[in-house]
């Protein structure tokens, strides 16, 4: 069983993308503490197994290209982003976003048959998960 805890911002009208949240810094994913996941049993991201227990899960926005998803061993951060140490990354895999014409008001991450997604704006960020 996979659990994700994570706040949930709104766009309120802002620009997100490249601005709100820039390209290429390490994102939160999600608002006020970092967004972490918790689960029982190894999964398989990306082919490497991400072993059972609890981490904070951070992405790296790109404008072109596939984004960098990262799990941290870390996963109880107050401050989200700020806190962050890359030391602490256990897995890190790429995945493509996808824009979508309708938008999202407030970010969700889903847990979905094939893994995540994380959606928000015109953001779809699938994760796939074995």
């Not at 706040?7 to 608002?31: C, F, M, Q």
């Not at 072109?64 to 700020?82: C, K, Q, R, S």
């Amino acid at each position: 069983q996979l659990k994700v805890q994570y706040g949930s911002p709104a766009v309120k009208g802002r620009t997100i993308w490249g601005d709100l949240v820039p390209y290429n810094e390490v994102w939160r994913t999600g608002a006020n503490e970092a967004t972490y996941l918790e689960f029982t049993q190894d999964l398989k991201i990306g082919g490497e197994t991400l072993p059972a227990g609890k981490y904070s899960l951070f992405t790296i926005p790109r404008e072109n290209g596939p984004w960098t998803v990262i799990f941290n061993a870390e996963w109880d951060l107050e401050h989200g982003h700020y806190q962050y140490k890359e030391e602490n990354d256990v897995l890190r895999v790429n995945a493509d976003p996808l824009w979508e014409t309708s938008s999202q008001e407030w970010l969700m991450i889903e847990v979905v048959p094939e893994g995540l997604v994380v959606k928000w704006e015109k953001l779809k960020l699938p994760i796939a998960i074995e």
